[in-house]
C-alpha cells in the first residue's frame, strides 16, 4: 500500500516541484492580502479640519472621517465630482477616492 502510494505522490510532487508551485505556495508573504487591501481606491467621507501649506504644485488638506485624520493630496489634474478647488475650506464635507498610504490619501476624485 505504501509503494503504491509512494508510486503516485512522488510524480505529482516532482511535477510540481518543476513548475515552481512549491516556490510560488512558500514566497506570498503572510501579510499579503492586507497589504494589497490598502492599495486599492477607497472613498473616505468627512469634514475638513485643517487646509495644509501647498507644496509646488500639489495642495493638500487634513479631514476627519469617524475617530480618524486623513491628508488628501490633489493637484489640477484631480478631478471634482462635484464643486471646485473653492469650496475647499475648513469645515466643509467631503468625499475623497484615492490610494491610502499610511494616513495620506493620493490620486484623488473629490466630492466638495
Known sequence: ??????????PVALAMGS???GVTLAGVPAGA??????????????KISKIDARMGTTNSFSFASGSRTYV???DAMTHFTMGTAKNIKVGALVSVTGTL????ITGPKLDV
Open 101 to 104: 498610504k499610511g494616513m495620506i
Open 72 to 74: 488628501a493630496h490633489w
Open 19 to 21: 513548475l515552481g508551485f
Open 1 to 10: 500500500m505504501k509503494r503504491m502510494l509512494l508510486a503516485l505522490a512522488l
Open 33 to 46: 492580502a492586507v497589504h494589497e487591501h490598502t492599495t486599492l481606491q477607497h472613498t473616505w467621507h468627512g
